[in-house]
């Protein structure tokens, strides 16, 4: 046997599986090589074997969290609005944002990544305005899938639209940048398209999209049936998004962009992209907050994956996502933050305390468990990015991808610390992340991001 990483702690929680008290995670460079009970590891390995050990005590290690969606573009407009609704919330995004610079994007973006890290999330799914996010996550050394933002309401120009968006990705994805270039080649970051939502891309040009992500076999993320305002507008028409749609584009004229024609023809916002062919399994639809059991069994039919981001949703007052139906239909739902100017943090931790915490007020009878919301920043959130193969659990031959949770102190003995479930454990607050790790490599490490 080979020199080896191991990682001991007091729990791991391999996420297929049951808990492990006691535990050891042995990692052969860039994979996990096998996680074991300590009384199995003693037997199966000997010191000889082992290249570095580290002991976390009391901590809990996990395969690294899965963030759905953010768009880490916007990170430095932390707290700039809380209190707006979510059209004239939107409308002051792009009014801050859209002079600003490409090295103002990639510090934004960059401080962003560098939160991201240190809430354990080793993988980040990215919407980005600018595609700074992409270099900003390659510096960090996160893997991530990073969708460049698709925008375009007129079906005249979508050629147009579709074609300068091409040219934007494949500048992208040359990129001479030595730390995006690292990530590219070796398959930890992603580029792919994001056609922003159903209200700024018209379904010409989210066709091509849709069908170019196909071609290359890769993911594409929008935002679905976010706000009611977006669910009016494409059933009746309307002005709240006509507002915003002037003032984005700065346009008062064009009515093919403040009113297309497929805008108003009672629809809702899934039955749009349903009619126009744009649900596929390869989507991976934002927010659905406004979608009924029928839509909802539309997107299982067509294999949709969902973002479910309770807190943005909280925030912007936008509503609560009917989280319990998506999981009765099987959709493969993970947890998405949103960015800073929607939430207040990037701990999907804390999204998922929010979660548990919102549908069971929402429900008398919430059968959700803390376990379901770890398995969905995880292996569901691994299934929705069609990742499930490489991350998303802690077992022989995926990615060592880890992150690794130092306990709260308690005063509990041993006997009493292993009967608690190691999941609540993770989510009840207080857990603080002390190392993650990708590919094998540290990341972070004793609470400090290191340098590439
Ligand atoms: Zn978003």
Not at 42 to 69: S, W
Not at 161 to 176: A, G, V
Not at 311 to 323: D, E, H, I, V, Y
Request: glycine share 6%.
């Amino acid at each position: 046997m080979g020199a080896k990483l191991c990682l001991a702690a007091k729990w791991a929680i391999p996420i297929v599986g049951e808990p492990i008290y006691d535990a050891v995670v042995v990692i052969d460079g860039t994979q996990i090589e096998g996680v074991y009970a300590r009384a199995q590891f003693n037997t199966l390995y000997k010191a000889a074997d082992i290249q570095r050990a580290e002991d976390y005590k009391e901590a809990v290690i996990v395969p690294g969290l899965i963030n759905l969606h953010t768009h880490l573009d916007y990170s430095a407009l932390r707290a700039f609005s809380t209190d707006l609704p979510f059209f004239q919330w939107i409308e002051e995004l792009v009014g801050r944002s859209r002079e600003w610079a490409t090295d103002r994007f990639y510090q934004s973006a960059l401080y962003g990544a560098r939160l991201a890290a240190f809430t354990g999330a080793s993988t980040i799914v990215d919407s980005s305005y600018s595609g700074q996010s992409a270099k900003a996550l390659a510096e960090v050394g996160l893997r991530a899938v990073v969708g460049l933002e698709l925008f375009g309401l007129a079906d005249s120009e979508a050629e147009k639209n579709w074609n300068s968006w091409l040219e934007r990705f494949e500048n992208l994805h040359e990129t001479e940048d030595p730390a995006l270039r690292h990530s590219l080649d070796n398959d930890l970051i992603t580029l792919t398209v994001a056609p922003h939502a159903p209200y700024t891309v018209c379904p010409t040009l989210w066709l091509k999209a849709t069908t170019w992500a196909k071609k290359f076999n890769l993911p594409l993320m929008a935002h679905v049936a976010e706000s009611t305002e977006e669910s009016d507008w494409l059933a009746k028409e309307s002005s709240v998004v006509r507002k915003f749609l002037a003032f984005a584009l700065r346009e008062n004229e064009d009515a093919e962009k403040l009113k297309p024609r497929w805008a108003g023809r009672g629809q809702s916002p899934i039955r749009h992209l349903k009619n126009y062919g744009l649900l596929d399994e390869r989507l991976i639809a934002a927010h659905v907050v406004n979608a009924d059991d029928e839509e909802l069994r539309i997107l299982a039919e067509n294999n949709v994956k969902v973002a479910h981001c309770p807190r943005s949703n909280a925030r912007l007052k936008n509503g609560l996502a009917p989280f319990l139906k998506m999981m009765e239909e099987d959709l493969d739902v993970g947890f998405g933050t949103d960015s800073l100017a929607s939430t207040d943090d990037l701990s999907l931790l804390e999204e998922g305390q929010f979660a548990l915490n919102a549908h069971r007020l929402n429900n008398k009878n919430c059968p959700l468990t803390a376990r379901h919301m770890i398995e969905c920043m995880t292996i569901n959130a691994a299934r929705a990015l069609r990742m499930d193969h490489k991350i998303g659990s802690l077992q022989a031959g995926k990615q060592a991808d880890l992150a690794i949770f130092a306990l709260p102190p308690s005063p509990l003995t041993d006997t009493e610390k292993q009967a608690l479930d190691p999941y609540n454990l993770l989510i009840s607050g207080g857990a603080r992340l002390k190392d993650l790790l990708v590919d094998g490599r540290f990341v972070v490490s004793e609470g400090k991001l290191m340098r590439r």
